[in-house]
């Protein structure tokens, strides 16, 4: 997969994307916490991946679905549709864009504490207003399996 440039991009949603506002951050962290070694870490993935059996991401959606460790990788489908990328990548190997067994590795090296139970992913197209409450239910989530770190991998 390889970055788009904004020139790339056809007309229509070219003019979309630049009419999007681009929200700026702090670059001071806004919560302390333990050390790597200690921490339990998700990833949160814009791939718009799913289980063959879910329902799939439409143009737009702010929704989003969790995925298990023990997911069959063989299970899972990207339904983000776009001619900026190719799923070259993807279809070769799933941690290209939801790295989890990497993640197993460094907690089995003991690099971070441990593997959060759940993962999720979203549509990377979304509008960045309507992904609020769906971030504010994950977040919940994210809480309750006690994760305090989250790898977010844009696609």
Do not use: W
């Not at 200690?38 to 995925?67: C, N, T, Y």
């Not at 993640?103 to 979304?126: M, P, Q, T, W």
């Amino acid at each position: 997969m390889s970055l788009a440039y904004l020139n790339d991009i056809p007309v229509p949603t070219r003019a979309r994307v630049a009419e999007l506002d681009c929200p700026t951050f702090d670059r001071t962290p806004f919560v302390g916490g333990p050390p790597v070694k200690e921490r339990r870490v998700a990833v949160i993935s814009s791939a718009a991946l799913h289980r063959r059996a879910d329902r799939r991401f439409s143009g737009g959606s702010p929704e989003f679905r969790p995925l298990g460790n023990d997911i069959d990788r063989s299970d899972v489908l990207m339904s983000h549709n776009s001619v900026n990328f190719d799923r070259t990548g993807f279809q070769q190997d799933i941690n290209v864009v939801l790295p989890i067994d990497r993640l197993a590795e460094l907690a089995r090296d003991n690099f971070i504490g441990s593997v959060a139970a759940k993962h999720y992913s979203c549509l990377g197209s979304a509008d960045p207003a309507l992904l609020e409450a769906n971030a504010v239910q994950v977040g919940g989530l994210l809480k309750a399996d006690q994760v305090d770190a989250v790898l977010l991998v844009p696609v």
